[in-house]
């Protein structure tokens, strides 16, 4: 859809974003300094990296074909939209994007255990929410709005599989945000990032 | 429980609940912008726990533009609320459906506390409802939901752009985010993908507004009767 391929930054590039190497870039934190294109860069590139491990366990989960049923067609579903929000996110960087890395992840054991597998995606889509959420106020407001339609996504994503799972859907009122730290430490607790 | 099977996954909306009866008349605005937001009852509920308000934003604190949004927001929180506190007061659901209007029912209460304590005096009065007997079966009242989560959804994503004050967009976004997941928790139980797109599209107010008129759920404007007036004389 075009208006969606429309690029997310409209005008300048951040080679701050060029220069954060990592999986997940360093640095935005909530609230941090006003809105700017550069910075918009900066929050991207970070959200494009827990994109890329999201897409990419959900793909490796795939290629096991371990899963089945329901489960089978949540990871077929949702790795879709991972992807096309990768592809999203990486066009809207351009050069600034920063490079893929391989997901640390023992996926062979999380497809294995059914269980297991449901544990590790609500962690994973949990985080990634309150990853779109910490940065909102970050991000310059046409930015924003990009962003938003794929924060439901996430959300929903965690919501269908809590449910499948037996794991309440939506525990709170509100959902938390957390900083980029604390999203780290949310895959790092479920083993999707060293 | 499926709808029908020719139903297309991701077009389940008001039309689709119209099906069945619950909502079968035509589209009337009966109820403008002004008919929905106007009002002066004041607010009694404090700031929800755990719910990320600034307790020091106190109406005259919010620009202009916040305050309508947040007043829009509670006009939408008003109706999920009505719908589900009605619905566990009917008592009709069962199994999952009811503990779902158990939990989203305190989770709306929440929101409108929240707003009207940050709105206060300016906080629009809550209409009046009549649900049309959507919250006394388990499927019209599934397919409901599914309605008004996914309408909450795009029109919070509409909205959030436009705040100005970092605190509320903070809860806005919170909101926004736990809304989906009503959405795809009621999408699951009624049987539709709960996930229909790789991205989820917005919807503006004129739009919003419009769809919830046509559900003639609000039954009458603000009721002026519960608006607190200063009494003439005293002693």
Redo the contacts between chains.
């Keep these: 859809m075009i208006t969606?391929r429309k690029i997310l930054i409209a005008g300048g590039t951040g080679a701050t974003a060029a220069a954060l190497g990592g999986l997940i870039a360093a640095g935005s934190e909530t609230?941090r300094s006003d809105p700017s294109a550069s910075q918009d860069a900066e929050v991207l590139a970070f959200i494009l990296g827990i994109e890329r491990i999201e897409s990419g366990f959900y793909a490796a989960v795939a290629r096991t074909g371990r899963l089945t049923g329901e489960l089978a067609e949540f990871v077929a579903?949702?790795g879709?939209?991972e992807r096309?929000?990768v592809t999203?996110l990486e066009q809207a960087l351009g050069s600034a994007a920063p490079k893929a890395q391989p997901i640390s992840a023992d996926v062979a054991a999380v497809a294995n255990d059914p269980q297991r597998f449901v544990r590790t995606a609500a962690a994973l889509e949990d985080a990634v929410?309150a990853a779109?959420?910490g940065q909102?106020?970050n991000l310059r407001?046409?930015t924003?709005?990009r962003a938003?339609?794929?924060?439901?996504?996430?959300?929903?994503?965690?919501?269908?599989i809590r449910?499948?799972g037996g794991l309440?859907?939506?525990e709170?009122?509100?959902?938390?945000?957390l900083t980029s730290d604390g999203v780290r430490d949310a895959l790092r607790q479920v083993g999707l990032l060293s | 429980m499926r709808l029908e099977d020719d139903t297309p996954i991701g077009d389940l909306d008001l039309a689709v609940i119209d099906r069945d009866g619950a909502v079968r008349e035509a589209a009337q605005a009966l109820h403008s912008r002004g008919d929905v937001l106007r009002g002066g009852l004041a607010a009694a509920g404090a700031i929800?726990a755990?719910?990320?308000l600034p307790r020091s934003a106190e109406a005259g604190e919010l620009a202009g533009g916040d305050r309508s949004v947040l007043a829009y927001a509670l006009s939408l929180e008003y109706l999920q609320d009505a719908f589900y506190t009605e619905a566990e007061r009917v008592g009709a659901l069962t199994g999952a459906r009811r503990t779902a209007a158990s939990?989203?029912g305190g989770?709306e209460r929440?929101?409108v506390r929240?707003f009207q304590g940050l709105l206060g005096s300016g906080a629009p009065a809550r209409p009046s409802f009549d649900f049309r007997g959507t919250t006394e079966e388990n499927g019209a009242f599934l397919r409901t939901a599914v309605a008004l989560e996914d309408l909450s959804?795009a029109a919070y994503?509409a909205q959030?752009?436009?705040i100005k004050a970092?605190a509320v967009?903070?809860?806005a976004?919170?909101?926004?985010?736990?809304?989906?997941?009503?959405?795809?928790?009621m999408?699951?139980?009624v049987g539709v993908?709960?996930?229909a797109?790789?991205?989820?599209?917005?919807e503006g107010r004129d739009a919003v507004l419009k769809t919830v008129a046509s559900t003639r759920f609000i039954v009458r404007k603000t009721p002026r009767t519960t608006r607190k007036r200063s009494p003439r004389f005293t002693g």
Excluded: C, M
């Design positions: 969606r609230a579903i949702v879709g939209h096309e929000h999203f929410v779109y959420n909102a106020a407001p046409e924003l709005a938003a339609t794929i924060v439901s996504v996430e959300a929903r994503h965690a919501a269908w449910d499948i309440p859907p939506a709170n009122t509100t959902d938390e945000p | 929800a755990g719910l990320l939990v989203l989770v929440a929101h929240a959804v994503k959030a752009p436009h970092p967009l903070q809860a976004v919170g909101i926004h985010s736990v809304e989906a997941r009503h959405a795809a928790w999408r699951h139980l993908r709960p996930a797109n790789a991205f989820d599209e917005a």
